[in-house]
């Protein structure tokens, strides 16, 4: 079994600042991409950014600049650093990770979610 646990969301006014973790545990034999995706509220789950193993990023050309994914491998761990927030990031932030368990299958797997409130 795989979990991703979530970690970071919160209330924080325009202009500030929020660090999301996200932490892969359980039967994992690697990991490739990790990424982060938002909903807002009445929208579709979009792509906020991705990373892979060796630090191949992309991101959605909506949030250049004021976010940063970053990844620490041994502790399978991602994070987004999300500075000058806005308002419009106001949504559920979810963890992504694409990687192949111990019995060697692939399967995508999924946070459960945390909240990012922007105020303005």
């Known amino acids: 079994q795989v979990q991703l646990v979530e970690s970071g969301g919160g209330l924080v006014q325009a202009g500030g600042s929020l660090r999301l973790s996200c932490a892969a545990s359980g039967s994992i034999f690697s990991i490739n991409a990790m990424g982060w995706y938002r909903q807002a509220p009445g929208k579709q789950r979009e792509l906020v950014a991705t990373i892979t193993s060796g630090g191949s990023t992309n991101y959605a050309d909506s949030v250049k600049g004021p976010l940063t994914i970053s990844r620490d491998n041994a502790e399978n761990t991602v994070y987004l650093q999300m500075n000058s927030l806005k308002p419009e990031d106001t949504a559920v932030y979810y963890c992504?990770?694409?990687?192949?368990?111990?019995?060697?299958?692939?399967?995508?797997?999924w946070g459960q979610g945390t909240q990012v409130t922007v105020s303005s």
């Open positions: 992504n990770a694409d990687l192949v368990d111990s019995a060697r299958d692939e399967a995508s797997y």
